[in-house]
């Protein structure tokens, strides 16, 4: 059973830093993309960040990118999202998401429960 736990969510305040981290287990976690979803309140979801298995290339889009940096270990199973220069505009629920293949352009076939991240003004 594939399983996805986060943890390292909590309240910062605007400028602060969050590091989160997603515990992966039921599958050989090397051989799959992963990447890190958000959910606002009252808003849909969005995709934050996102690292392929193999050749580690990474993906952000321009809400996060230079603030937020992705990252894995393979060995641990372990997935990272490190979040510096929070704004508010960040608060949501982050969800750990595994990718079908390799390569992150593939679309989500599990997700965590996810970690709420609150940012204060």
């Known amino acids: 059973e594939v399983q996805l736990v986060e943890s390292g969510g909590g309240l910062v305040q605007l400028g602060g830093s969050l590091r989160l981290s997603c515990a992966a287990s039921?599958?050989?976690?090397?051989?799959?993309?992963m990447s890190w979803v958000r959910q606002a309140p009252g808003k849909g979801l969005e995709w934050v960040s996102a690292i392929n298995s193999g050749d580690g290339n990474s993906g952000y889009p321009d809400s996060v990118k230079g603030r937020f940096t992705i990252s894995r270990d393979n060995a641990k199973n372990a997935l990272y999202l490190q979040m510096d220069m929070l704004r508010p505009e960040d608060t949501a629920l982050y969800y750990c998401?595994?990718?079908?293949?390799?390569?992150?352009?593939?679309?989500?076939?599990?997700w965590g429960k996810g970690t709420l991240v609150t940012v204060s003004s």
């Open positions: 039921g599958f050989t976690f090397s051989n799959y993309a």
């Open positions: 998401t595994k990718r079908q293949s390799p390569y992150f352009e593939k679309a989500v076939d599990y």
